[in-house]
């Protein structure tokens, strides 16, 4: 193959072929590892340093040294060079009609629980299948079913039918996280006069189902002292873990940091949840019945009856 017949884009294959110049240290080696002629890696050498403007290598008997500026270039063309390629394998895996992917959106908490148990139980169904997992805030989950960036995906209701399909997963209750060592932590039931004067780990705002936040808890205001605002659904816990103040969270999303050795109490008055498996509607690949949809719900069973069996938290 000759220069003329391989550059159909002279300014991106000239950069392409210097980096390799570069990586191998000769223009034979760079040849033989791109799979072209020598003469050709020379020519687009040429032209590469008639782009730049001055010679890029020392020629000596140890072969092309490369020059300070040579390196300088390097380091920005091995970059770029490295994202395009990764993006040309992006693009083309996307056409690819064999390839068996199932992308799985879900509060970031889940990544500890939840998630990989539903990965390997569906793993067992079908070991073909390439696993994705987007961990995502609530909004930014719906957003990802609906651009089709995710497949399926774990949330909360509401969630509009017009454009979602769900299948319950748990009915979930308030319950309040504290640090083992907290004097709430012996008792049975944390009421909103508990918590009026703790400082809280919070959910920002923007981010909740309930855009009203604690303040209008059971119908009720209460003055509130937030200490900590994150943007990430369940990392409250690892606050509450270093004892700088506690949190309200529900049962579901408590379940899955049980690692952090916290104390889960029952939370009054509590409000109810509803978290889902959702997928797009019509998407054709999903339904309440499908093995997939049965499999995110007989994994969140068993989890929740593990849960209670284990006496993680008190009966309410």
């Not at 010679?55 to 091995?78: H, K, M, Q, W």
């Not at 369940?234 to 103040?245: E, M, P, Q, T």
């Not at 999303?253 to 889902?276: E, S």
Request: overall charge neutral; glycine content about 4%; some cysteine.
């Amino acid at each position: 193959m000759d220069a003329a017949s391989d550059r159909k884009k002279p300014g991106f294959r000239s950069a392409e072929i210097f980096r390799e110049i570069i990586r191998n240290g000769s223009t034979r080696r760079a040849a033989r590892e791109l799979g072209i002629t020598q003469s050709a890696v020379s020519q687009y050498l040429k032209l590469f340093e008639e782009a730049v403007g001055e010679s890029l290598f020392v020629r000596d008997r140890r072969g092309l040294i490369p020059t300070t500026r040579a390196i300088e270039i390097y380091n920005r063309v091995d970059r770029y060079v490295t994202t395009l390629k990764s993006i040309e394998r992006e693009i083309s895996e996307s056409f690819r009609t064999d390839l068996n992917s199932l992308t799985i959106a879900a509060p970031h908490i889940c990544a500890f629980r939840i998630v990989p148990e539903i990965i390997q139980a569906l793993d067992r169904l079908d070991p073909s299948t390439e696993f994705h997992f987007k961990a995502l805030r609530y909004d930014q989950i719906a957003q990802s079913m609906m651009t089709g960036e995710a497949d399926i995906g774990i949330s909360r209701l509401p969630l509009d039918e017009r454009f979602f399909e769900w299948q319950a997963i748990a009915e979930s209750f308030s319950v309040c996280v504290v640090h083992p060592d907290h004097p709430l932590a012996r008792k049975d039931i944390i009421t909103v006069d508990d918590i009026a004067s703790e400082p809280l780990i919070v959910l920002e705002r923007d981010y909740t189902s309930n855009k009203l936040g604690l303040a209008s808890y059971g119908h009720r205001e209460f003055p509130l002292r937030p200490k900590v605002h994150s943007d990430t659904i369940g990392l409250d816990a690892s606050f509450v873990a270093h004892g700088i103040g506690v949190a309200i969270d529900n049962e579901f999303i408590a379940r899955q940091y049980d690692m952090f050795d916290l104390r889960i109490i029952p939370f009054q008055p509590a409000a109810k949840y509803q978290y889902v498996v959702f997928w797009r509607r019509e998407s054709g690949r999903f339904s309440r019945q499908s093995n997939i949809v049965q499999t995110f719900v007989d994994v969140v069973r068993r989890s929740t009856e593990r849960w209670q069996n284990g006496g993680k938290m008190d009966a309410r």
